[in-house]
């Protein structure tokens, strides 16, 4: 059932979108069984809960940290971390360079941008990551590689904001790439299972599905 969900979901997707299976709160039989049918990107965003299912689960699976990561347990993930989302400030940034050192790796990042009009969710505003980037503060770090943005829209059935919010991003990720990065930043990773859809118009092309393919989180 799993596997037919993310089959259903990848025939809306355009073929250089990549779909980030986020399984955060599921058992993992059931990311098992998406395995089983081929999903090889999974999210997940509890440090402890990543750390026990990356134990018992295959090693080819490709680990995405997408929610708001603590310094303090950076070096948990760092020796098998595939991609992690959220960066959300320099001190964060500093950690993961440092503890992908230790294990002698370089580790992909996207920077968190907060565009929505919500004051819980994390990530640099626009002029703090345009700041951040001409400072050139993130060049010292040689055992990360910043590959693009990520933003969480506002929760809201207004999609004309929805759409606005992912365009800011949009527009953001052009004017950095094209300034400092000689255009080769190449991930744009924003949209979720209520949103994704707009996302894709609007710029993305890493989609964190969650609840549409294994169902509601049961929390705590
Ligand atoms: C949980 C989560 C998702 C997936 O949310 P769904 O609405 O279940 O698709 C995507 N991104 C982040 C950062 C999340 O924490």
Redesign the pocket.
């Known amino acids: 059932m799993v596997s037919e969900r993310i089959d259903r979901i990848k025939q809306t997707l355009p073929e250089w979108v990549r779909l980030v299976a986020?399984s955060?709160y599921h058992p993992a039989s059931m990311i098992q069984e998406a395995y089983d049918g081929g999903q090889r990107i999974f999210?997940e965003?509890h440090v402890q809960e990543l750390v026990q299912k990356y134990d018992i689960l295959p090693k080819d699976i490709e680990w995405h940290f997408?929610?708001h990561l603590q310094t303090n347990k950076v070096k948990y993930i760092a020796p098998f971390v595939s991609l992690i989302?959220?960066v959300d400030s320099e001190h964060l940034l500093r950690e993961i360079d440092k503890q992908a050192k230790k294990c002698g790796r370089v580790i992909p990042v996207l920077m968190q941008v907060h565009v929505a009009k919500e004051e819980t969710k994390f990530g640099f505003l626009p002029d703090e990551l345009l700041a951040f980037m001409q400072s050139g503060a993130w060049q010292q770090y040689e055992n990360v590689s910043i590959e693009g943005l990520m933003c969480?829209a506002t929760n809201t059935d207004d999609e004309a904001q929805i759409a606005r919010e992912f365009e800011q991003a949009q527009q953001l990720f052009e004017m950095v790439n094209a300034k400092w990065l000689n255009g080769k930043w190449k991930t744009r990773s924003w949209g979720?299972?209520?949103d994704y859809p707009i996302a894709v118009q609007h710029g993305s092309n890493m989609v964190?599905?969650?609840?549409?393919i294994f169902g509601e989180?049961v929390y705590g």
Not at 208 to 212: A, D, K
């Open positions: 986020v955060k999210g965003s997408i929610g989302h959220a969480m979720m299972s209520d964190r599905i969650g609840s549409l989180r």
